[in-house]
């Protein structure tokens, strides 16, 4: 489980001056070189993924949530202020959720939407932290909903926020913010950001619903 995983972003909040972890960012790029995952703290896409079906259902029905100012950077400069930004929504959103799966409040595998009720599942989480942090200013661009397989074989959804640090990880099942490497899971597909369509990270296997949690 998540809440088990190594402790190390805990560097951040003790490192001095530049507030990130810098031996935890070589680490990271020592892991990635060897294990040849390219560029240090980046997953590699790998070709166009078919659009997951209920983020192009929530595209239709929030379509400025997934329109794209391509002006907006792709890639946040990591600062202290916008590393404590994004760690708080995490945690807030986290606590203010009740998880309960789709078939539970909608009769079906799969519908993504933001959890006005106070309810709902992984991809409900990170649509709601994504919009909390672009209307805190954070480049949605550089922000991109992610599926993954956990380590029960589930799919799963998390929020990827690209920054020149690395891209890391806000997740519903723990509060810690981590790099993409640092968790146990499978990397399938992320939002590519051109209208609904999505990129490959690699795994073939694309799960059929993305979140049982």
Known sequence: ????????????????????????????????QASGAGNAGVPIEQGSASPIAGWVDFCRQHPQECRVDMSEAAIITLTRDNWALINEINRAVNGEIIARTDMELYGTPDH???????????????????????????????????????EQGEGHAVLMVRTDRGDFILDNVTDEVVSWHETPYVYVSRESQHATAWTSLGHTSAPTATAAR
Not at 2 to 30: C, H, N, Q, W, Y
Request: glycine residues 6%; aromatic residues 8%.
């Open 1 to 32: 489980m998540l809440l088990t995983m190594s402790k190390r972003a805990a560097i951040f909040a003790l490192a001095i001056g530049t507030f990130l972890a810098l031996p935890v960012l070589a680490d990271a790029r020592e892991t990635m």
């Open 112 to 150: 993504w939407t933001f959890p006005d009720s106070g309810y709902g599942d992984c991809e409900d989480y990170q649509l709601l932290k994504r919009k909390r942090l672009a209307d805190a200013g954070l480049s949605r661009r550089a922000m991109r909903m992610t599926v993954v397989i956990d």
